[in-house]
């Protein structure tokens, strides 16, 4: 989650992030890795981050949403 955050450019909105370092982003929904914890296994959910405008929250792990390959420095 930390690591997709930061590529969020909060001075933005459509998309919240650098067009310049990161072409073409569209401004939806993106997954992170990490998952919410104390949510029941049977409904699991994850944290994904709203590049329309830059805001996190979760969404069921069954929804259909965008990637984007992060890595911390």
């Not at 029941?40 to 990637?67: E, H, N, Q, Y």
Request: charged share 25%; glycine share 4%; aromatic share 10%.
């Amino acid at each position: 989650m930390k690591e997709l955050l930061t590529i969020v450019d909060v001075e933005r909105v459509n998309p919240a992030v650098d067009v310049a370092a990161f072409p073409s982003t569209p401004a939806t929904d993106f997954w992170s890795a990490t998952p919410v914890a104390g949510v029941s296994p049977d409904m699991p959910k994850a944290f994904k981050v709203d590049f329309s405008i830059g805001k996190f929250d979760w969404a069921d792990t069954g929804a259909t949403l965008r990637v984007r390959c992060v890595r911390s420095q």
